[in-house]
């Protein structure tokens, strides 16, 4: 069960003035946004902004929430570009950056894919989902470089580097936490041999059970190569359902009994009157006080 309720609150790039207003509010410990360049849902002109400006913006703004975005599309940027825009935010911050990361958009076989229309609109290669994973792995790779090393070269499948440096370093030895998003069998084997944090969706999208099954693959592929699974917290998000607080507690619960020690509240638009503080005394407080 949780110690603390890590309340972290997943807020949509668009929407940084409610980022800001969280900064004052105790009981929340991270605030976070996407990483899109167009809508997912709803007008195809709505407005989006780019999510690590954007968050740099917020870094500024705020002195105590931890920041990120849930999660960074590894395809939408080369791996030293956004180990320094990362570096950036980490010393604008002064070291409150997590560092999420996914795959992002892959084609797929079947299914809508809202990643098809984005990548088109920006001039991107859409990978498989093998590439995809491959691209990952060799980003962490080149970004933990750029946190530890002086200068370095890479030749890797995809990313060549010569003379790399990194100055000024992250705040924090050895760079910003990782938090890695995914739940195929495949990307939880690169979540065990990298991550600090795992981060799946939870409800609506994903039941309690599903995730507690992810979770055991994930502890076997930590036994594979003799990593301790507790070295990696366990993170879910839950869409809220400002009608039914209630229910939203009951998966943080469920969440909470399954293992899961850090929830992010993904709020929905319209976002409501004073939305963070109706989190904390609907959500946050009574789950707390219920000793999640």
């Not at 924090?172 to 084997?189: A, F, I, V, Y």
């Not at 600090?196 to 039941?207: A, F, K, L, Q, R």
């Not at 229910?247 to 709020?267: D, K, M, N, S």
Request: with cysteine; glycine share 12%.
């Amino acid at each position: 069960m949780f110690r603390r309720l890590a309340g972290g609150l997943r807020v949509g790039a668009h929407a940084g003035a409610p980022v800001r207003q969280l900064d004052d509010i105790a009981e929340l410990d991270d605030a976070w946004l996407w990483d899109h360049l167009m809508p997912l849902a709803g007008p195809p002109g709505g407005a989006v902004l780019e999510g690590w400006t954007l968050l740099a913006a917020l870094a500024a703004r705020t002195s105590r929430l931890r920041l990120g975005l849930l999660v960074t599309s590894n395809a939408l940027r080369a791996p030293a570009h956004l180990g320094k825009i990362a570096t950036t935010v980490d010393v604008i911050s002064r070291g409150r950056l997590i560092m999420g990361l996914g795959v992002g958009g892959t084609r797929q076989p079947d299914g809508p894919n809202p990643a098809v229309a984005e990548y088109a609109a920006y001039g991107l290669p859409l990978p498989s989902p093998g590439e995809g994973l491959a691209r990952l792995t060799e980003t962490i790779t080149v970004l933990r470089r750029m946190w530890t090393e002086e200068v370095f070269d890479h030749d890797g499948r995809f990313t060549t580097l010569r003379g790399t440096r990194n100055g000024p370093g992250p705040v924090r030895p050895g760079g910003p936490p990782l938090l890695l998003g995914g739940w195929g069998d495949r990307t939880l084997r690169i979540v065990a041999e990298h991550a600090d944090i795992w981060n799946v969706p939870g409800p609506p999208h994903n039941g309690t059970d599903w995730i507690a099954e992810r979770a055991r693959v994930l502890d076997t592929h930590c036994a594979a190569i003799g990593r301790d699974p507790a070295e990696i917290t366990r993170s879910a998000q839950i869409i809220v359902d400002y009608a039914d607080p209630a229910a939203t507690r009951a998966h943080v619960h469920a969440l909470a009994a399954a293992g899961i020690r850090h929830v992010v509240l993904a709020l929905p638009r319209p976002y409501p009157d004073k939305a963070a503080r109706r989190l904390v005394d609907e959500i946050v407080t009574p789950v707390r006080e219920a000793g999640a």
